[in-house]
C-alpha cells in the first residue's frame, strides 16, 4: 500500500525537517558567509570515490557547470555537470543543487555555484537510505546561456553489471558509504557514479506499471529473470535484478501528461535526463525527454472453474475495503471473484474494513462491509456467498488506524458448509480436539493463539472448518505483519536490514505449531494456510511455515517465472501465499495476474487460487 501522503509534499517535508534540524551539514546563516575564502573545486572533486563526498559539511566557492536538468516541484533545484570530465569512472560529473524555490536558471545555462556541500538522506537518517551529494544554500551566477548540454552517459544491458552490491563493511555496521566505488563490478557502485550525471537509456521494457505519483520502472536488461508477461522476477536475496531503474518526468503533469503503462509494455526511443536518487525507488531517471509509450495491450488472466467434485480456495487483499469506497471498487472487486477467479467455493479475504472505515470511533463490526461486496458478487452473476470472521478489538490488529482490518471468509454455501462452533471472539483462541483421523477446531471460526506476542498489533490468524462433500477441510487465513521498517534495496547497509522479518518469523512458527496439532491427530487432515504472508516463498517466515513438512508452500509448484502475486519497485515478487499439508496430495494452483501489472489496480495484490479434490 502507498502512503496518503503526496509524494512531492513527503519529500519536500523530509528536506525542510532536515534543513532546520541542521542535518544536512554544512548550513549557516549566509551563503556568501559560508563560502568566503573557499578554494574553487570541480564537481568530480566534490563527489569522490565514494557515497559521500569527502568535502560534505563544507563551503565551496565557484563550481562551475552547465545546468542540465530544471526541477521546479517537490525538492526544487537543478542538476548541473561538468563538460570536462576527469579520467576516474567512479567520480560523478553532474550534481544536484538544492534552491529550495523555484530555479531562476534554464538548461543550458553555464553556471558558477557558491554554496555549502551536504549529504541528503532521502527518508530520513533513520531510514538505511544512501544520501545525495548536493550543494545547498547556493548563490548561483549565470555565465553564458544556449550552451550544449553534455551527453548524456548511455546505460544499457552491457553497461551495468550483474552483481548487486559489494558487501557492507563490517567495521562500519556494514555500511558501504565509506568503501571505494567499483562501477564496473557493482551495479549500485555503478549507478552511484553517475550521480546527477546526464544519462540516457534507449528502448526498454516496462517491469513496475505507472502508480499514482507518475512514475514507473523499466528494465535495460531485456532477460534478466524475464517472465511471458514481461516482468522481471524477485527469485533471491542475492538476484536484485540490476537492470531495473524507476523513471519520472522534469515536466509537470499540467504541462506533459505521464504515460499510463502496464508491465510488459515499451519506452520506444531515447529517455534522458540526469540520475536522482530518491527514497521512493533509489536511483531514478528524471526525463527531459521520454521514450514513446508502446501498449502491448497486456490483459488481466483467467483462471479455470473448479470441476464439480474438485475445491476451489482462494485468497484475496482486496485493499482497505470499506463503505465509503466507491460502488466502482465493489462492482470491480465483485467481477474479479466472479469472472477472474471463476467464483471459488471458499474467498479468503484480507484487509477488511470495518463499517466506517478510517474513522476511529471505537467502531469494529464490518457487516455492512460485507453485505456491500456480497451483494456486488451477486450482482456480477456469482454465487450468493455467507461469511464468516471475528471482530477484533479496537486498534489491536494494526493497518490504517480506525479501520480495523481483518480476515474474513466467503464460502458457497451450495458448494460447501461452514462448520459452525461458537465462543469464538477476539481474544480466545480456538484449538485442535478430536480422535485419532478426525480433527476438528474447538471453535470455528476462531482464532490461532491470539495472546501470543508476535500478534500484538497485527493480524490474528482466522481458522475455519469446512465440509465438503463429507470431507473435513480446514482453511487458516492470514495477513502477516508488513514489511514497515525495513531498509530499501538500494539501502547503504548491504545486505540491508530487514527488521521486520523477526516479527513474521514468529507468526509463521505459531501457525506451524498450529498446524502440527492438526496432523498429530491426523496426518492426512486437508489444510490450507492462506493469504496475505508479507513475504518470499524463499524467506525465512516460509521456511518457518513448513517447517518438519507441515505444509508446502504451493507458489512452488509454478514455473520459476510464474512465482509472483505483487510488483514493487519493478521486481515481481511473491507475498500472498497458499500453503498446503501433506493430505493434499494433487492440487492445480494459479496466481491470477489482475491487479499487480496494471496502472489501473482494484488492488495492489494478484490473488490465488487452488483447486483440489479433497
Known amino acids: 500500500m502507498s502512503s496518503s501522503i503526496p509524494r512531492s509534499a513527503a519529500v519536500a517535508a523530509v528536506v525542510t525537517a532536515a534543513l532546520a534540524a541542521g542535518l544536512l551539514g554544512g548550513a549557516s546563516a549566509s551563503a556568501d558567509d559560508a563560502t568566503a575564502g573557499a578554494a574553487p573545486v570541480r564537481i568530480h572533486d566534490i563527489q569522490g570515490t565514494t557515497r559521500v563526498s569527502p568535502l560534505a559539511g563544507k563551503p565551496v566557492a565557484g563550481v562551475t557547470g552547465i545546468v542540465t536538468g530544471v526541477r521546479t516541484y517537490g525538492s526544487r533545484g537543478f542538476w548541473m555537470q561538468d563538460p570536462q570530465a576527469d579520467d576516474n569512472p567512479a567520480t560523478s560529473e553532474g550534481i544536484f543543487v538544492f534552491t529550495s524555490s523555484v530555479p531562476t536558471v534554464a538548461v543550458g545555462d553555464s553556471v558558477s555555484v557558491n554554496g555549502s556541500v551536504t549529504e541528503y538522506v532521502p527518508g530520513g537518517l533513520n531510514s538505511g537510505n544512501q544520501s545525495l551529494t548536493q550543494i545547498s544554500k547556493p548563490v548561483v551566477t549565470v555565465l553564458s546561456k544556449g550552451n550544449t548540454v553534455p551527453a548524456p552517459v548511455t546505460i544499457w544491458a552491457g553497461s551495468v553489471p550483474d552483481a548487486y552490491a559489494p558487501e557492507g563493511d563490517p567495521a562500519a555496521g556494514g555500511s ?16 552511484e557514479s553517475l550521480e546527477g550525471t546526464n544519462v540516457r537509456i534507449g528502448t526498454s521494457r516496462v517491469v513496475g506499471a505507472t502508480d499514482p505519483y507518475s512514475e514507473l520502472w523499466v528494465s535495460v536488461k531485456p532477460f534478466e529473470n524475464d517472465n511471458r508477461r514481461g516482468g522481471t522476477v524477485y527469485g533471491s536475496y542475492d538476484a536484485q535484478n540490476t537492470g531495473r531503474l524507476q523513471i519520472q518526468q522534469l515536466a509537470p503533469i499540467a504541462q506533459q501528461p505521464f504515460p499510463k503503462a502496464n508491465v510488459g509494455d515499451w519506452l520506444a526511443g531515447p529517455t534522458e535526463g540526469p540520475l536522482d536518487f530518491n527514497q521512493f525507488g533509489g536511483y531514478t531517471l528524471v526525463a527531459n525527454t521520454l521514450g514513446r509509450h508502446v501498449d502491448l495491450g497486456l490483459e488481466r488472466e483467467v483462471t479455470e472453474r473448479q470441476h464439480k467434485n474438485e475445491l476451489a480456495v482462494a485468497t484475496y487483499n482486496v485493499e482497505n475495503l470499506d463503505p465509503s469506497d466507491p460502488q466502482e471498487k465493489f462492482d470491480a472487486l465483485a467481477k474479479a471473484v466472479v469472472e477472474n477467479l471463476a467464483s471459488p467455493d471458499v474467498v479468503a479475504l484480507e484487509e477488511i474494513q470495518d463499517d466506517n472505515g478510517a474513522k476511529n470511533d471505537g467502531t469494529v463490526t464490518a457487516g455492512e462491509t460485507l453485505k456491500k461486496f456480497t451483494a456486488a458478487i451477486v450482482a456480477a452473476g456469482g454465487p450468493a456467498y455467507e461469511w464468516r470472521s471475528i471482530d477484533p478489538q479496537n486498534g ?22 461452514f462448520v459452525d462452533r461458537a465462543g469464538g471472539d477476539a481474544t480466545t483462541p480456538t484449538a485442535v480436539t478430536g480422535t485419532k483421523g478426525n480433527a476438528h477446531l474447538t471453535l470455528s471460526p476462531g482464532r490461532i493463539d491470539p495472546a501470543n506476542t508476535a500478534w500484538e498489533n497485527s493480524r490474528k490468524p482466522l481458522a475455519g472448518e469446512f465440509l465438503f462433500r463429507g470431507r473435513t477441510v480446514i482453511v487458516v487465513a492470514n495477513h502477516f505483519g ?9 539501502s547503504h547497509h548491504q545486505p540491508p536490514n530487514r527488521s521486520s522479518e523477526a516479527k513474521r518469523l514468529l507468526q509463521g512458527q505459531a501457525v506451524n505449531a498450529f498446524v502440527k496439532d492438526v496432523l498429530a491427530l491426523d496426518k492426512q487432515a486437508d489444510v490450507l494456510v492462506l493469504g496475505d504472508i508479507n513475504d518470499f516463498e524463499f524467506s525465512g517466515t516460509t521456511k518457518a511455515l513448513t517447517d518438519g513438512g507441515a505444509l508446502y508452500p504451493a507458489v512452488k509448484s509454478l514455473p520459476l517465472s510464474e512465482r509472483y502475486s505483487y510488483v514493487y519497485q519493478g521486481n515481481s515478487q511473491v507475498l500472498d501465499q497458499i500453503l498446503t499439508s501433506p493430505g493434499v496430495h494433487h492440487f492445480e494452483y494459479d496466481s491470477v495476474h489482475i491487479n499487480a501489472e496494471f496502472a489501473d489496480q482494484n488492488s495492489d495484490h494478484d490473488p490465488q487460487v487452488l483447486r483440489f479434490r479433497p
Not at 521498517?485 to 538500494?490: H, L, M, N, R, W
Request: charged share 25%; aromatic share 10%; net charge negative.
Open 482 to 490: 508488513s514489511k514497515g521498517g525495513d531498509e530499501s534495496i538500494v
Open 176 to 191: 558501504v558509504n565509506g568503501l571505494t566505488l567499483d562501477p564496473e563490478t557493482y551495479a549500485l557502485d555503478y549507478y
Open 396 to 417: 489491536n490488529d494494526g493497518g490504517e488506524p480506525g479501520g480495523n482490518i481483518r480476515q474474513v471468509f466467503l464460502f458457497n454455501p451450495e458448494r460447501v458448509s
